[in-house]
């Protein structure tokens, strides 16, 4: 225990939660996470308990893993978007205006959509679909008719039909060619439907952004049309006297553009561009930037992957500014700002909650029970192990690290060879372990530590066992490395002693997290509580509310987890809104094309052909039988 007594600003300050937690979440006195969905922290407002959470849950037997949804951060974060805009257009008397729109491939789950679309309707925000089943969806839950529709993807003859209805209905669907081949479809179907279609070009942009999706953008990308390509289709719609239609410039740079130049750069090209398409006579009134506005995942406010070195309202001020200025100089009007914001909307919406099922500690006590007393009647390479511990000191750890894996192998192959028992090669691995124990406690205290050791804290941290899937809920994780901040949940009251990383229990080496933050680094560990067996002991992992749900795969046939939602009331109290039990066995095993009840028909005549070989009585069939049942019907993740 450090001298003053552990606290939540200590815990706060360890795992950095006011860098990525941007006001959502905080710690309470009891040591508690809070959730501040509306991101007002004021005295009226408590805050809301996420243990305080899983213990209501628990008493109405929803049990973890289960996903939290905080509608209300959806609604706080679609007011910041356009609150900023409003701000950054005020201060720069820009005369246009900002419209955005969610891209539904972001998190399509029904009840965001629904949100979206309630809480949008007053500020008149809309929806992008990149497909058929998006479009249906858009169609179904846009309330308010100023709103933009903006329809991008490849798109066949039904897409463009159904776009065109929605027009039809009162609706804005903006229909953006993204192949030279669209444009002839397009204009043949609104004839014959007799609409005259709001049409937007999707341009390749020279400019690229740093990232993990920055090949979407750039002139390499494959999407949307070169500027040969581009001219080709105002010409194809001046020829046919609809170049009035062509209103909208549409780019996306990737998503999660961490620097805001290349942010400013796409910008300024994108306006080179919507400038062009004006002297053209296209009847141009909306500039949309596409997605990429990122989220500071890791809170270091950098241009590193997982994170950005900007905020809302700068990144709001700049895309202004350019804007303006480029209009200015062209003396055009203004065009309504247009963006598809998707991962900046949702991130902070979802929270994973899981339980801790088991701990594996790297025992450095159980190493040492091993250490020998005496070496003398051990082989050379087991005594030269012990040379190198007893002469370990912070000037030779890089020598002692090389010559431990040296005589570590060595011994290794000698036992494949049969020349030294399996207690000696138990004796070698203690020594080895205590060498590399002692190297990583050195490195901790030193300022600069040599390459091949930085990993090592990793090498030797306990595996906390988490019940819940990478896979299923953090595929990004896996996928691409991508950085979500976990941390416990309740007792920041107390010190976290344990350097862990944290597995699923997929059985896979992949389905495990070794990315934290802890104060300003990444770490390849994370500070966790010792865990006895029987503690109740609850980690998060925030911001997963983009991309992570609907990428999630079914790997060891672990399916969806339990999704609660929890609405803020306006006495400070809160709601479950609406709650969505996770998928049963029977539900992930008939996904993969099983009959579950084929398969209970088969597991009863199995158990009949025991009873009949006297294997076990009719009453075991019974509770046998039962037993299966019950698994079927049963949570594909662990339960109490
Ligand atoms: N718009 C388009 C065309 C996209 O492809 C994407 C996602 O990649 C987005 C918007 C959303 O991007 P983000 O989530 O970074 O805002």
Redesign the pocket.
Known sequence: MSERAWDRVAAKKLYAVDEWGRGFFDISDRGEVLVFPKREQTPDDPGISLMEIVSGLKDRGIAAPVLLRFPDILDARLKAMYSAFQNAMSAFGYQGSYRGVY?I??NQQQQVIEEITSFGEDLGHGL?A?SKAELLAALTYLKNPGSLLIC?GYKDQEFIDLALCGQKIGLYPMLVVETPREVSILIERSRAMGVRPHIGVRVKLTSKASGY?SD?GGDRSV?GLNTAQTMRVVDQLRSVGMLDCLELL?Y?L????PDIRDIRNSVLEACRTYAGLVKEGAGMKFLDL?????VDYDGSKSSAVSSANYSLSEYCRDVVEVVQSVMDEHEIDHPVIVT??????VAFYSVLLFNVLDVSKFDEDRCAELLPDDVEDLHTSTRNLNEVLKKLTPETIQESYNNAFYYRDELRELFKHGSISLRERSVAEALFWSIITQVAKICRTLEYVPEPLQELDASIADIYYGNFSVFQSLPDAWAIDQFFPIIPIHKHNEEPTRNAVISDITCDCDGRIDQFKIEQEITSTLRLHDWKPGDAYFLGAFLVG??QETLGDLHNLLGDTNVVSIRLDDDGSYTLTSEIEGDSVSDVLSYVEYDPRAMIRTFREKAEAAVRSKLITSKERKSLISLFEVGMRGYTYHED
């Open positions: 891209p491939k972001v992008e990149g991008n999706w979407t999407f549409h996306h990737g998503s999660q553009v596409g997605g990429g506005l990122a598809e914001a998707g991962r900046a909307t983009a991309y």
